[in-house]
């Protein structure tokens, strides 16, 4: 088993800056990539980014490519998503997860992760 555990969300003016934490513990050594999504009120869980812990390579969503950096801390076995020039349609519960699947292509979809942390609310203020 894996326990994910989120943190650095919270309330934000636009155009802020946060960045989020995710801790990871139990059978990490067996995972192979860390992904970030979110969830606004009303919506679908939606992918954000992803990096793989051997090679850190990553993937992002189009719409936050520019304003969005994954990194991680192998050592640390944390997993961090710097949030740059929010926007108020950023606004969501943001989770991460990971998976021990080797996928080869784009880590984006929900159902290749195997666990989940409980969230970090990020609220932007127009």
């Known amino acids: 088993q894996v326990q994910l555990v989120e943190s650095g969300g919270g309330l934000v003016g636009a155009g802020g800056s946060l960045r989020l934490s995710c801790a990871a513990s139990g059978r990490t050594f067996s995972t192979y990539a860390m992904g970030w999504f979110r969830q606004a009120p009303g919506k679908e869980r939606e992918f954000v980014a992803a990096i793989r812990w051997s090679g850190g390579s990553t993937d992002y969503a189009d719409s936050v490519k520019c304003r969005f950096t994954i990194s991680r801390d192998n050592a640390k076995n944390m997993v961090y998503l710097q949030i740059d020039s929010l926007k108020p349609e950023d606004t969501a519960v943001y989770y991460c997860?990971?998976?021990?699947?080797?996928?080869?292509?784009?880590?984006?979809?929900?159902?290749?992760?195997?666990?989940w942390g409980q969230g970090t609310q990020v609220t932007v203020a127009s």
């Open positions: 997860a990971t998976t021990f699947s080797r996928y080869s292509g784009p880590l984006s979809y929900t159902d290749q992760y195997d666990y």
